[in-house]
């Protein structure tokens, strides 16, 4: 096959968040099929260290600081007409490499992660076009402004984007979800949803670097002679916000009168101030980034993911999973992972009540909460790996025109 021109939104290295870990297996299994040619953004200095980490694996790449201000962003969107999401992304020498990329180099397909990236592809492009919106977010935003959050904007951006889903879907050959429910709920939202080719490929997990038998503990949980509590995420992403202070707010409270010490353990980087404010409040500790995950999910007692609005699949359940660990998570948490409730995980309605009772039981039976650990990580390790994600892929894009029929 020819080349491949990977556009990604985020640069996918290190796979240290949910985008980035899925942008970088797919790349990985493209990378085995012939040449790469990677175009994408870095915000930190972190990002912007990685392009040695693209040179391996790409023929050729082009790691662009996004560093456009939101205020600039907004104000283009709104002069043009355009979703803030896109006018964020959008930066001349992208627009350049792609151009000199796709007229030095015979480029089969471009591959597109994440709706953002789609205005990269020229409408003169011949090839293939895949597109992996990964799950859709104008009803993110949509729930956004049904929560009351920045009413007017995030209706605005949902109806912008609806448009724009729908106009990149009606371009690729084939658009990628990551759960036949985002697919289902794409096709509700389109106009003509007969004129696009619509397939899921589900995301994946590392279950030999999640493995509890080779992770450390974290000695901090350890020592709590109460239960101990973790959730995990990107603390600057607001459902991420949310989940964690509607636990502070509305079950650590109601716990702890069960259990005086219990703690509510808050790990992931770029935690928001209005969480870090929230630090020793009903037993929250706010950890911000750590270098590594693995320890406070082998010594927690429980994980919980009490995500109120989500998208696609959640891969911080499936690291929990792959730890096991019991889970407690809400309905949207658990969309696109088929395992059984009561059984891998336990799911509780988004209401305290609900929630607090599913800890409970899990807390108040040790032997309960260790088997549902085991079943847990059997699940992912039999159903979840990143193997089968790269198969499915070799065959969708290894199929060139058979790829719209399939689909």
């Given amino acids: 096959m020819g080349g491949v021109l990977f556009l990604a939104h985020r640069v996918p290295f290190p796979p240290d968040r949910g985008d980035k870990i899925r942008s970088?297996?797919?790349?990985k299994g493209l990378a085995k099929l012939g040449p790469v040619h990677v175009g994408t953004f870095g915000e930190t200095p972190q990002d912007l260290a990685q392009k040695a980490a693209l040179a391996e694996i790409a023929r050729t790449h082009a790691l662009i600081e996004r560093n456009k201000p939101l205020p600039l962003a907004g104000l283009e969107a709104l002069l043009r007409r355009k979703p803030v999401s896109l006018t964020a992304f959008d930066h001349a020498a992208m627009h350049r490499y792609v151009a000199k990329t796709l007229g030095n180099h015979r480029i089969d397909t471009i591959f597109v992660f994440s709706g953002q990236m789609g205005q990269y592809v020229p409408d003169s492009f011949a090839g293939r076009v895949i597109v992996?919106?990964?799950?859709?977010?104008?009803?993110?935003?949509e729930a956004y402004a049904q929560a009351g959050q920045r009413a007017w904007i995030n209706r605005r951006e949902a109806r912008l984007l609806r448009r724009e889903e729908e106009r990149i879907a009606a371009r690729a050959d084939v658009t990628l979800l990551i759960s036949e429910n985002e697919a289902d709920l794409l096709r509700s939202r389109l106009d003509s949803p007969n004129a696009v080719r619509l397939r899921t490929l589900g995301n994946g997990i590392d279950a030999q670097a999640f493995d509890p038998e080779t992770a450390e503990r974290q000695l901090d949980l350890d020592e709590g002679e109460d239960p101990q509590l973790v959730f995990t995420g990107q603390m600057d992403y607001a459902p991420n916000v949310a989940a964690a202070e509607w636990m502070i707010a509305h079950v650590m409270p109601a716990l702890r009168r069960t259990y005086a010490r219990a703690r509510f353990h808050i790990v992931g980087r770029a935690p928001v101030r209005a969480l870090r404010d929230r630090h020793g409040e009903n037993g929250t500790r706010v950890w911000g980034e750590v270098p590594d995950m693995r320890p406070f999910l082998k010594s927690a007692d429980l994980v919980v993911a009490p995500l109120l609005?989500?998208?696609?699949?959640?891969?911080?359940v499936l690291e929990a999973m792959a730890m096991a660990r019991p889970v407690v998570l809400t309905p949207g948490a658990a969309t696109g992972i088929d395992a059984i409730d009561g059984r891998d995980f336990t799911v509780a309605e988004a209401d305290p009540e609900a929630m607090l009772a599913k800890i409970e039981a899990l807390l108040s039976s040790p032997e309960l909460a260790a088997e549902m650990g085991r079943c847990a990580r059997r699940y992912v390790v039999e159903r979840m790996s990143w193997d089968s994600v790269e198969t499915?892929?070799?065959?969708?894009?290894?199929?060139?025109?058979?790829?719209?029929?399939a689909a």
């Avoid at 992996?132 to 935003?141: E, G, P, W």
């Avoid at 499915?392 to 029929?405: D, K, P």
Wanted: charged fraction near 25%; hydrophobic fraction near 45%; aromatic fraction near 2%.
């Fill in 24 to 27: 970088h297996h797919l790349l």
């Fill in 132 to 141: 992996d919106l990964c799950d859709v977010d104008s009803a993110k935003f």
């Fill in 309 to 316: 609005i989500a998208r696609g699949v959640q891969n911080k």
């Fill in 392 to 405: 499915a892929l070799a065959e969708l894009v290894g199929a060139g025109e058979n790829a719209r029929n």
